[in-house]
């Protein structure tokens, strides 16, 4: 999977969660060329990893790879850079009057999956005050109180949902990025105010929500409660790592690791030979299941009960090729591999 992770073209926030499974799976070499080619492409105001220019918040998720590797070699121009990056979100960025971001330039639109590209990040500047204004910003707007579930897009303009769905891999942005932000406010240390108790609460009763979703094969609808919408495995594999993440870090109680052992086993039955994840809500327009992939799966051999965390998982072999349009989808479930490992499970 690390082959065809590391093979396939990518945007800022593919780039940024590639990131977060180097990190996590103890990669530090590949994490550092992630981070100072980030810092080659970022933009004039602040946007790391920007290639195409529309995308208002996507590059923060690159903030901590740039900001690990700034503390490892103590280079004081990736400080810079990371600095930057939060500036731009917390000042730079389009935003509502009451300071929740955009998504995209040219639409005053909320969008769902900004809450994993900028919490995290937030959380890991130390503004945890700027994180809690975004978290409740995105969830006054796109939560459903009555069954727990994120809509995908807000048009500030109109007031309205733009896209009401309860979009599956929306809803696992918010669970991942929850599960990430409190990692790094315990990991760090950092004086949260009360947030963490929210997140943890949130991100609970959002995995919560996802699963009485769950269909008997152990995957999900692309739209959560719409059973006319296509089978895919995002949600999966983001709840993977929500729910082993919240075990392992102890804000989910110890029953919940069977839910995220299944969950990992589900997504990991999707991989193919080639090493892409299969069936999951695919590029370029995210309104179909990618392609069928094949390749090499992770190796049989890890992740293992024992393993260590942070021992480096050997990339499996490349061969053969593929054609077509890609799917999305590989660097979030090494994520959640990468979690397992750490788990040690």
Same mark, same amino acid.
């Given at each position: 999977?690390?082959?065809a992770?590391?093979?396939?073209?990518?945007?800022?926030?593919?780039?940024? =969660?590639?990131?977060?499974?180097?990190? *996590?799976?103890?990669?530090?070499?590949?994490?550092?060329?992630?981070?100072?080619?980030?810092v080659?492409?970022?933009?004039?105001?602040?946007?790391?990893?920007?290639?195409?220019?529309?995308?208002?918040?996507?590059?923060?998720?690159?903030?901590?790879? =740039?900001?690990?590797?700034?503390?490892?070699?103590?280079?004081?121009?990736?400080?810079?850079?990371?600095?930057?990056?939060?500036?731009?979100?917390?000042?730079?960025?389009?935003?509502?009057?009451?300071?929740?971001?955009?998504?995209?330039?040219?639409?005053?639109?909320?969008?769902?999956?900004?809450?994993?590209? =900028?919490?995290?990040l937030?959380?890991?500047?130390?503004?945890?005050?700027?994180?809690?204004?975004?978290?409740?910003?995105?969830?006054?707007?796109?939560?459903?109180?009555?069954?727990?579930?994120?809509?995908?897009?807000?048009?500030? *303009?109109s007031?309205?949902?733009?896209?009401?769905?309860?979009?599956?891999?929306?809803?696992?942005?918010?669970?991942?990025?929850?599960?990430?932000?409190?990692?790094?406010?315990?990991?760090?240390?950092?004086?949260?105010?009360?947030f963490?108790?929210?997140?943890r609460?949130?991100?609970?009763?959002?995995? *919560?929500?996802?699963?009485?979703?769950?269909?008997?094969?152990?995957?999900?609808?692309?739209?959560?409660? *719409?059973?006319?919408?296509?089978?895919?495995?995002?949600?999966?594999?983001?709840?993977?790592y929500?729910?082993?993440?919240?075990?392992?870090?102890?804000?989910?109680?110890?029953?919940?690791?069977?839910?995220?052992?299944?969950?990992?086993?589900?997504?990991?039955?999707?991989?193919?030979p080639?090493?892409?994840?299969?069936?999951?809500?695919?590029?370029?327009?995210?309104?179909?299941?990618?392609?069928?992939?094949?390749?090499?799966?992770?190796?049989?051999?890890?992740?293992?009960?024992?393993?260590?965390?942070?021992?480096?998982?050997?990339?499996?072999?490349?061969?053969?090729?593929?054609?077509?349009?890609r799917?999305?989808?590989?660097?979030?479930?090494?994520?959640?591999?990468?979690?397992?490992?750490?788990?040690?499970?």
């Amino acid at each position: 999977m690390l082959c065809a992770l590391l093979a396939m073209q990518r945007q800022s926030w593919e780039q940024g =969660v590639a990131s977060h499974a180097f990190l *996590d799976l103890g990669l530090d070499d590949l994490a550092d060329v992630v981070a100072y080619d980030a810092v080659a492409r970022q933009a004039s105001d602040g946007r790391l990893a920007e290639i195409d220019g529309d995308g208002l918040v996507n590059s923060a998720s690159v903030g901590e790879v =740039v900001r690990r590797a700034s503390c490892r070699h103590d280079d004081d121009a990736l400080a810079e850079a990371f600095d930057r990056q939060v500036a731009w979100i917390c000042s730079g960025a389009p935003r509502a009057a009451d300071g929740t971001v955009f998504h995209l330039a040219g639409m005053r639109e909320v969008w769902v999956d900004t809450v994993y590209m =900028v919490v995290p990040l937030l959380v890991l500047a130390g503004r945890v005050d700027e994180a809690r204004r975004q978290l409740d910003g995105h969830e006054r707007r796109l939560r459903d109180p009555a069954t727990g579930l994120y809509a995908h897009r807000w048009d500030e *303009d109109s007031r309205t949902l733009s896209r009401a769905a309860r979009w599956g891999t929306g809803n696992g942005w918010v669970a991942a990025g929850l599960a990430r932000a409190l990692h790094l406010l315990a990991e760090e240390g950092i004086d949260d105010g009360g947030f963490a108790r929210r997140a943890r609460e949130q991100a609970r009763e959002l995995v *919560d929500a996802c699963l009485e979703h769950r269909r008997p094969d152990g995957l999900f609808h692309d739209v959560l409660d *719409d059973p006319t919408s296509f089978t895919e495995t995002n949600v999966a594999q983001m709840l993977a790592y929500t729910v082993l993440t919240g075990v392992a870090d102890g804000w989910l109680p110890a029953g919940y690791a069977d839910v995220g052992t299944s969950l990992l086993d589900t997504a990991r039955a999707q991989v193919g030979p080639l090493g892409f994840v299969e069936g999951v809500c695919g590029a370029p327009r995210f309104d179909r299941p990618g392609p069928i992939r094949g390749g090499p799966v992770v190796p049989p051999s890890g992740p293992r009960s024992g393993t260590a965390p942070g021992r480096r998982l050997s990339p499996p072999s490349c061969r053969g090729h593929d054609e077509g349009p890609r799917s999305a989808g590989s660097g979030a479930f090494v994520v959640a591999v990468s979690t397992s490992v750490r788990r040690g499970t």
